[in-house]
């Protein structure tokens, strides 16, 4: 499992004892955004963020904006220019980074080389779907879109056996969807929901009619009859949060008895897994059985259809100037909101990313990641993990036993910070100059097969799941690691030339964040070593249940917009790691003022700064329809309730801002949600 922090990260420290805050230090407090016509005991994240609020248009290009995606978009530019130095490189070799980095980009370019082609890119792939004579062939057909970055049924991938984490393992895994989740096919009473589906269908026509189908309306209607059913077949978000519950072992020979008739000896060799282990990691295993069931019902003319529609989904924005614009009309405008298209030079790097995204980051970091950073965050790293581990001791809730195994995790906590000690090879990746479409499936089959390749070798625990310049960070219950790239280090998130408070309160509770995965409600079912393993007594796992689920109910009463309510389940990790990470930052950032008050900075404590670091590193905007996916498909709360979801559980606040009954922001002690 692995849990991210989703554009919220922050970065370096200035309070290490190593590294002192300077004498004349900032507050390190946007006093621009605030509004201090609200009362931060009434609403505390429009104190701190309502101007901004009031004052920001969420660019045309951007289904939200916030501090997060600032700090992708102030990196974008860093990374064209590393991207366009490589293409312009005359001494540069064949097959060398730089060519593939240059050749990649130059493609994606030449838009007028896209116009001239049309669909003649994917003539190859849907010969190959049209072709299909029988359902015979759709093991080996889905294998290979699956490896090419075409969403199939199911996807077959290698990852850590959870219950064995020094081993790879294969999994299966729903899949099948072209829209975000599977509650926009099946929430027939929600009219937002129920419109887009119906524009998704006339998409679907489309695209299927620009590609040379002879009946794209009814071919449409089919398509989206069958997503539904394999909509039906799927497990909730919320079910597929539970480690233990997607944990199923079956033999590759008991595989036929999830889906009758269907040929997994040819799916799994076709995947090029089925002679390197003997058996699979099944995800949702009544999925594969209602998987099973449409395929029998459903004709050879629908599937077919399904297959040529998901691979032209797949390659519409690489193709001419109709597939792209559609694709964008209905992803982009009718799913999220948005009306203008990115530059494409943002594009552009997007795709450098996701195909060459750690041969990119080499380059980014030596360029944009000085050395300090790096030593800065790992001593601020090494302060939160000892407040943790102070945290663990002195927790009512827990027993010895618990706190025995709880200390015994924390002590096999692996930090990574910044980049990779090696970096990946894309030796084997092959990228010809001007043909963007087979680079962008090279690139995926590259990716697929060098996943296949980790079957029977030992664990590569230098690996990492994102590059140096995203804007995030993770925490890996497999490997049972903290991993923070380079590029959420850096401004406007850390500020180097501010007192410690607001450091703490901003890259300090993230490192706790981060940190409190391996404690949440999924992470917890972990040990130390990365294994699937209950290391707790019936009691203190009934304790820290009755806590999740106050927190459940706590977020459930949150509406980012009429008629939608936070889903306190799904978010549950990211709250239990944005209420623990608060809380351990506090007590680390009291710990380090050892024992002398903190100055008062621009009318401020050193507490109530803390705190404002908090809030304000989640100041967002969404579009309507945006938000309504986020609260469908993503794992963590809205902005707002993430900075005052997670305060009214925090003694400090209460003691920083004066915060009594009868204000909107009090929480009865009793009922205040404390786990660690």
């Known amino acids: 499992m692995l849990s991210t922090l989703a554009l919220s990260l922050v970065t370096a420290f200035a309070g290490a004892a190593d590294t002192p805050a300077p004498a004349a230090a900032s507050s390190g407090i946007e006093l621009k955004n605030m509004d201090t016509s609200v009362r931060p005991q009434d609403d505390f994240y429009a104190y701190q963020n309502g101007s901004w609020v009031k004052n920001t248009e969420i660019p045309g290009d951007r289904a939200r904006w916030g501090s997060f995606i600032q700090l992708q978009e102030n990196t974008l530019p860093q990374l064209r220019a590393i991207i366009e130095a490589a293409e312009n490189d005359k001494t540069r070799k064949a097959g060398s980074n730089a060519q593939k980095l240059g050749d990649l980009y130059a493609g994606y370019m030449d838009e007028q080389k ?71 096919y099946l929430k027939k009473d929600d009219a937002k929901l129920a419109a887009i589906l119906v524009k998704y269908e006339a998409h679907v026509a489309k695209i299927l009619q620009l590609a040379g189908a002879q009946n794209p309306q009814a071919s449409a209607k089919a398509i989206v009859a069958l997503e539904t059913a394999l909509a039906e077949a799927q497990w909730t978000k919320v079910q597929n949060r539970d480690p233990v519950k997607r944990y199923n072992k079956v033999p590759f020979a008991k595989l036929a008895e999830l889906a009758p008739g269907y040929d997994w000896n040819h799916a799994l060799a076709s995947s090029g897994v089925g002679s390197k282990t003997d058996y699979a990691i099944v995800n949702q295993p009544s999925f594969l059985t209602g998987y099973a069931a449409v395929l029998e019902k459903t004709d050879l003319a629908t599937w077919k259809a399904y297959f040529e529609w998901q691979l032209l989904r797949s390659a519409s924005p690489y193709l001419s100037k109709p597939f792209a614009d559609a694709d964008f009309d209905f992803y982009s405008t009718a799913l999220t909101g948005v009306t203008v298209k990115q530059d494409r030079w943002k594009r552009g790097v997007g795709l450098v990313e996701r195909a060459l995204g750690e041969a990119l980051g080499q380059a980014y970091v030596a360029q944009h990641f000085p050395p300090e950073r790096k030593a800065r965050m790992d001593a601020m790293v090494q302060n939160l993990m000892a407040a943790y581990k102070t945290s663990i001791d002195g927790l009512d809730w827990m027993g010895p036993e618990t706190k025995r195994e709880a200390q015994d995790k924390l002590s096999k906590f692996r930090p990574k910070i910044g980049y990779p000690s090696k970096w990946r090879d894309y030796s084997s990746l092959v990228i010809v100059k001007g043909d963007l479409v087979g680079n962008v499936l090279r690139a995926s089959s590259f990716a697929h097969q060098r996943m296949v390749n980790k079957l029977g070798k030992p664990i590569d625990r230098e690996e990492w799941s994102m590059t140096p310049q995203t804007i995030n960070a993770y925490y890996s219950s497999t490997m049972n690691e903290i991993v923070f790239p380079a590029a959420i280090l850096q401004p406007p998130f850390f500020d180097v030339n501010a007192d410690d408070a607001v450091n703490y309160g901003a890259i300090g509770a993230v490192i706790g964040h981060e940190i409190s995965h391996g404690f949440d409600d999924g992470g917890s079912q972990a040990d130390g070593d990365g294994n699937l393993r209950d290391w707790w007594t019936a009691a203190d796992r009934a304790n820290f249940k009755a806590k999740a689920d106050a927190l459940v109910k706590q977020y459930n009463g949150y509406s980012p917009l009429p008629g939608y309510h936070v889903n306190g389940a799904l978010t549950l990790g990211e709250n239990i790691a944005d209420n623990s990470g608060a809380a351990i930052a506090f007590k680390a950032y009291k710990l380090s003022l050892g024992g002398k008050p903190a100055p008062v900075i621009d009318g401020f404590t050193g507490e109530q700064r803390f705190y404002q670091g908090w809030a304000q590193i989640w100041r967002a905007k969404a579009r309507e329809a945006q938000q309504i996916l986020m609260i469908k498909t993503d794992s963590h709360s809205p902005g707002e309730f993430r900075a005052n979801g997670t305060v009214v559980n925090q003694p400090g606040f209460y003691e920083a801002f004066g915060v009594k009954p009868g204000d909107k922001m009090y929480v009865a002690p009793q009922e205040r949600v404390i786990i660690w």
Not at 173 to 181: E, F, N, V
């Open 114 to 184: 896209l116009d001239t082609l049309g669909i003649k890119p994917l003539a190859g792939e849907l010969n190959r779907i049209r072709g299909v004579k029988d359902k015979k062939a759709f093991p080996m057909l889905i294998a290979h879109l699956d490896q090419i970055g075409v969403t199939v049924p199911y996807s077959v991938y290698v990852r850590q056996d959870a219950r064995e984490s020094t081993r790879y393992a294969v999994g299966i895994s729903q899949s099948g969807l072209g829209l975000p989740d599977r509650d926009y």
